[in-house]
């Protein structure tokens, strides 16, 4: 089967401007993350879709950050305006439907902001 | 609330010795446990997954990880280590009190000398 599809693979901008990244899951997945992965450190979970729904975006830094997950389907989410420490990797994932199933990643986009 | 807390950021091991990656968690509710491993310029892969079946959970390449509730553990073991197990180790959780919300660990960077 597929795996998770991310694009894309790699972003260059400068501060304030606007990036988006595209993340389609596997098939049939009903729930979606999106984490954030500052060199060095584990990925940090910034938003969790089941279906078309928001479960959990306590750590999404809302006055920038956007996601969307329209039909249920593929995701995108968005930065406006990018700052400096927002460069990171952004993985996004997806598992069948409950917790303790396997999440399967896409490789990430690499954001790098100058 | 959950957490994990993977108590090394380096472990260096020489081929063919035993390989042992420390993780503690913190949960109110019986939690779903996990290791990833990430090579470099990869994806996250599924090592293995503990969710309350058998307290010994083995996984690919060898890896096996003891769910000790008593100690709030979850370390991760491999008999003999090969120059291929060098990568980034994530220690994860998730628990249904934390709206399923999925954390990961630091990381624990595995070296392996020839």
């Known amino acids: 089967e597929a795996g998770v599809a991310q694009s894309p693979r790699y972003k260059i901008i400068e501060k304030r401007q606007s990036v988006a990244f595209w993340c389609n899951p596997i098939s049939g997945h009903a729930t979606l993350y999106w984490y954030q992965q500052i060199l060095g450190q584990g990925p940090k979970l910034l938003i969790q879709?089941?279906?078309?729904?928001?479960?959990?975006d306590s750590q999404l830094p809302k006055d920038r950050f956007s996601a969307e997950r329209l039909k249920g389907v593929d995701s995108t989410l968005k930065i406006q305006p990018a700052k400096l420490e927002d460069s990171a990797v952004y993985l996004c994932?997806?598992?069948?439907?409950?917790?303790?199933?396997?999440?399967?990643f896409g490789q990430g986009t690499r954001l790098t902001v100058v | 609330a959950q957490s994990v807390t993977q108590l090394d950021s380096h472990v260096s091991v020489s081929e063919g010795t035993p390989v042992l990656l420390r993780c503690n968690y913190s949960?109110?509710?019986?939690?779903?446990l996990f290791w990833y491993v990430q090579h470099p310029n990869k994806g996250l892969q599924l090592l293995l997954k503990?969710?309350?079946?058998?307290?010994l959970v083995k996984g690919i390449n060898g890896f096996e990880a003891e769910f000790k509730k008593s100690e709030t553990s979850f370390h991760l073991t491999k008999p003999s280590a090969h120059m291929s197990d060098a990568a980034e180790y994530f220690c994860v959780v998730s628990d249904p009190t934390g709206g399923f919300k999925t954390i990961f660990g630091a990381g624990t960077r595995l070296f392996v000398k020839a």
């Open positions: 994932a997806s598992t069948l439907d409950r917790v303790d199933t396997e999440a399967f």
């Open positions: 949960s109110s509710y019986s939690p779903s």
């Open positions: 503990y969710t309350s079946a058998a307290t």
């Open positions: 879709f089941q279906n078309n729904g928001v479960v959990d």
